[in-house]
């Protein structure tokens, strides 16, 4: 694997970026870079990101060569964090009123409305990194048949618990926002509660699949 590249964004953060595309390999450096991130001085805030990973730090105290040695130490030795992941199942009714867009797909994709979600459940996905909204995880592990461009014109709502492909990726809207992704179905389980602890269903590194719970028309 290539050496990322590392340099300062403004004064208080230091970003490390492996060049595309996103593997999982370049994932599980990103989530091992960031364990041990979390734990140096002067470091206020780490945020991992696809094939990347960014350190907020205190400008005053933090020497950036030093830190940056240190995130070349970290990546360099990660080790592969997939054997501690968890698994989660998540129940989906496709089509319908809960994923309007699944026509669509299969239009695109040159298959028939039944494959796509045959196709869609038989992967196994993990979730790259968590961004856009609280909770909404970004997935790796989509059948390359199904990749499917965004929508030309976003909606103005997407309804919580929608199920989405967006390009080479699939994932859930923790919460009812705008979005453009291609909306396939929907889950009735909750990804975001801010009472409990961790608030967000998926984490980074975790395995999810998807069930059926339902095909609507």
């Known amino acids: 694997m290539n050496q990322p590249r590392i340099y300062p964004l ?17 994932q599980q450096r990103v989530w091992a870079a960031a364990q041990a991130a979390r734990t140096w001085p002067h470091v206020l805030e780490v945020v991992p990101g696809m094939n990347n990973l960014t ?4 400008p005053l105290d933090a020497d950036r060569d030093a830190l940056a040695d240190l995130l070349r130490s970290a990546w360099d030795s990660a080790a592969d964090a997939a054997s501690t992941a968890r698994e989660v199942e998540i129940p989906v009714t496709y089509g319908g009123k809960a994923g309007p867009d699944l026509g669509a797909v299969a239009k695109h994709t040159g298959l028939s409305v039944d494959e796509v979600v045959k196709r869609h459940v038989a992967g196994e996905y993990v979730v790259f990194f968590l961004g856009f909204q609280p909770g909404f995880a970004y997935m790796g592990g989509l059948d390359e048949k199904l990749h499917t461009p965004r929508r030309a014109e976003p909606r ?9 492909i967006g390009g080479a990726q699939t994932g859930i809207y923790p919460a009812a926002s705008p979005g453009g992704w291609q909306l396939i179905g929907r889950t009735a389980l909750p990804l975001f509660d801010p009472s409990q602890t961790p608030p967000t269903l998926l984490q980074p590194g975790d395995r999810v699949r998807f069930t059926i719970a339902g095909i609507d028309a």
Do not use: F, K, Q
Not at 10 to 26: F, H, I, M, R, Y
Not at 156 to 164: C, D, F, M, R, S
């Open 156 to 164: 103005l709502e997407v309804p919580a618990g929608t199920v989405g």
């Open 55 to 58: 350190l907020v730090i205190n």
């Open 10 to 26: 403004g004064d208080n953060a230091l970003v490390c970026e492996s060049a595309p595309p996103a593997t999982l390999a370049c």
